[in-house]
């Protein structure tokens, strides 16, 4: 399935198999479950810049021409913005799309339309020490493991350890050799 899948710029009906699968946890899995939340910032936002805006975006996920999942993108820094700014990817895939190598190509995708269509130097990643799929999917979409950040993140009743991956612009020249 993987070399089937591509991105798009998210539509109106993206937002509603959006809602129905990822306010649940049994539709986020148990490492981005963080409880019931409003879902019409999505909506709201999704009306004011199509979810394509200057400091995030989110793209959606298809496999055989089916929606499957998305991606975002957010700003973050590691000091001044201005000097110091890379961006954070995140994937939400439905559970009948995981597995399949889905997420590691759309991870690749969203990190090489990034460095073609920003500046950034740095694309990251970062999930819970014991989700060890996404971990594999990260490694083989190219990104480096880089450390664990300690107690990180609040779920469930209880902090987390997350683990960080980053790929650098100079990493996607590898992939070009790949398929020479």
């Known amino acids: 399935m993987s070399s089937e899948v591509s991105l798009r710029p998210v539509v109106p009906g993206d937002l509603d198999l959006f809602e129905r699968e990822f306010t649940t946890k049994d539709g986020t899995g148990p490492y981005q479950w963080f409880g019931f939340t409003p879902t019409h910032r999505l909506r709201d936002r999704f009306a004011e810049d199509r979810l394509l805006g200057r400091e995030s975006g989110m793209l959606t996920i298809t496999a055989a021409g089916e929606t499957v999942g998305r991606v975002e993108w957010f700003a973050s820094a590691w000091g001044r913005p201005d000097t110091s700014a890379c961006w954070t990817i995140a994937i939400a895939l439905i559970p009948a799309a995981r597995g399949r190598g889905t997420g590691t190509t759309a991870q690749r995708q969203i990190a090489g339309y990034l460095f073609a269509h920003t500046r950034a130097e740095r694309v990251q990643a970062f999930t819970d020490h014991a989700n060890l799929a996404e971990?594999?999917?990260?490694?083989?979409?190219?990104?480096?493991?880089?450390?664990?950040?300690?107690s990180a993140q609040w779920r469930s009743g209880s902090w987390h350890d997350q683990v960080l991956y980053s790929l650098l612009r100079s990493d996607t020249s590898l992939w070009d050799e790949e398929h020479h």
């Open 135 to 150: 971990q594999r999917a990260l490694e083989k979409a190219g990104f480096t493991r880089e450390g664990t950040l300690r």
